[in-house]
């Protein structure tokens, strides 16, 4: 039985708040692995790049050698990026402009919502009824979308939970909340 056993959603923890993805994964009915080397990579079958400080993220991507075998990984694999890891999966990134992995045809714009004072929790109405509760910490705004673009929730009018084919981002953090939706929608894709 095999085949029943949960795909394993592996949780980039090179920095940044991985402990509550885990924690969320496993909350709702996955497995979630921490990823900090190529050999744990190699065992997932997605990941999770979660909030932090996306600069640091990139060099200490670079540093452990996992740049190119992340890219390599998400042309097969589904990946799921929230607040800086929404950044990182930008094609486009600007205040100011930095690199990134460019998984998913977005231009986001960093802190825009402002800085850490700023910080809120909101309550988002969903198409299919119900409100989102929120997490905005030090939160970018998605600029602009490609094409195969799907909006999941809007905030003031910004798209905040995005799906483009088997990626995925939020500009909020779900992993600090009870709601499982974003993590289940990222396990239905695994």
């Not at 969320?24 to 979630?32: F, N, P, Q, S, V």
């Amino acid at each position: 039985m095999a085949g029943n056993a949960p795909k394993t959603a592996g949780i980039l923890a090179l920095q940044g708040d991985f402990e509550a993805h885990v924690k969320a994964i496993d909350r709702a009915g996955g497995h979630a692995i921490e990823v900090r080397t190529l050999a744990d990579l190699e065992q997932c079958d997605g990941l999770i790049i979660p909030g932090g400080e996306s600069t640091t993220m990139l060099k200490l991507l670079d540093q452990e050698g996992l740049t190119e075998p992340l890219k390599r990984f998400a042309a097969h694999k589904p990946v799921y990026g929230s607040c800086a890891g929404a950044i990182l999966l930008a094609r486009e990134v600007t205040h100011p402009a930095q690199p990134s992995l460019g998984l998913m045809d977005i231009a986001v714009e960093r802190n825009a919502y402002g800085r850490q004072v700023d910080s809120r929790i909101a309550r988002i109405p969903m198409p299919e009824g119900g409100d989102l509760e929120a997490v905005f910490i030090r939160a970018p705004i998605i600029r602009s979308l490609g094409a195969g673009s799907t909006v999941l929730a809007a905030y003031n009018g910004d798209p905040v939970w995005v799906e483009q084919g088997r990626n995925m981002v939020t500009t909020f953090h779900p992993e600090l909340t009870a709601d499982l939706r974003v993590h289940r929608r990222f396990l239905d894709k695994l």
